[in-house]
């Protein structure tokens, strides 16, 4: 069975993801110092989430290069590239592309379960999209649709963000979910700024619920290239 973020990235992305975080052997000398005042178990995720990516970027035929935060904790590819990272328990994925070919990419990982407090729906939802979640819980328990709410749009926000370096407030985006399809449609409202004509208004993706997990993907091409959901 392909690897969850596999399936849900198409070439020219590179998705890989691991289940299980065993060792921080991978880590750089860079990443190691980066990574030293973390407890046990975040420098383990950290290292999960590089390896992850280290593989991808093979893949591209990139080299190894540590792979810094920046000032928002944000991953710092190499010269070239574009990726994204994400883990929860148990779960850790990276996607890479080369940054002449995809603008920007997002991926996003939440374990399968009702969020702790239902009042922070309200807080990141809008009215339509509380309306499709409460329809979709009624007919398709098996998903926590409130939380891939916020699955979905943590992945649009490290998309948008990587490219701007801004955040989108909550009230500028509006997702909506094909619960049969594993496909969502997003719009922002937000402006990406000057000289980045490359991010849209309208970004399609894919959601997956799989081995007790939600994963979110969403990208965009650059001018010229096909786009796909994805």
Same mark, same amino acid.
């Given at each position: ?6 399936e849900l990235?198409?070439?020219? +992305? ?5 289940? =299980?975080?065993?060792?921080?052997? #991978? ?25 992850? @990516? ?7 035929g990139v /080299? ?6 920046? @000032? @928002? !904790? ?12 994400? =883990? ?5 994925? &990276?996607?890479?592309?080369? @940054?002449? *070919?995809?603008? &920007? +990419? ?8 009702? %969020? ?17 979640? &409460?329809?979709?819980?009624? &007919?398709?328990? *098996?998903?926590?649709? $409130? ?9 649009l926000f ?6 701007? /370096?801004?955040? %989108? !407030? ?11 399809? #594993? ?9 990406? /700024?000057?000289?980045?004509? $490359? ?5 399609? #993706? ?5 081995? !007790? ?13 096909? *786009?796909?959901? !994805?």
């Amino acid at each position: 069975m392909a690897d969850i973020i596999e399936e849900l990235l198409d070439d020219p +992305i590179v998705g890989v993801d691991v289940f =299980h975080a065993t060792d921080d052997t #991978g880590l750089l000398p860079e990443e190691r110092s980066a990574a030293s005042s973390l407890s046990r178990e975040r420098r383990l995720k950290f290292a999960a989430v590089r390896d992850c @990516a280290r593989q991808g970027l093979r893949r591209l035929g990139v /080299g190894a290069a540590p792979i810094l935060r920046g @000032a @928002a !904790g944000e991953p710092l590819w190499p010269a070239g590239v574009v990726g994204s990272m994400t =883990h929860c328990s148990g779960y850790h994925a &990276a996607a890479v592309a080369r @940054a002449d *070919q995809v603008a &920007a +990419i997002g991926i996003d990982a939440e374990v399968n379960r009702p %969020l702790r407090y239902r009042e922070m729906l309200d807080l990141v939802a809008t009215a339509q999209e509380r309306a499709w979640v &409460a329809e979709f819980e009624s &007919a398709y328990p *098996q998903v926590s649709w $409130a939380r891939l709410v916020f699955t979905v749009k943590e992945s649009l926000f490290k998309a948008w963000f990587s490219v701007t /370096g801004q955040s %989108l !407030g909550l009230g500028e985006i509006v997702v909506e979910v094909n619960p049969l399809s #594993g496909e969502f449609h997003a719009r922002t409202s937000a402006s990406p /700024g000057r000289g980045r004509d $490359a991010l849209s208004d309208r970004w399609s #993706g894919r959601w997956m619920a799989r081995d !007790g997990l939600l994963v979110a993907a969403v990208s965009m091409r650059r001018s010229g290239q096909p *786009q796909e959901d !994805g």
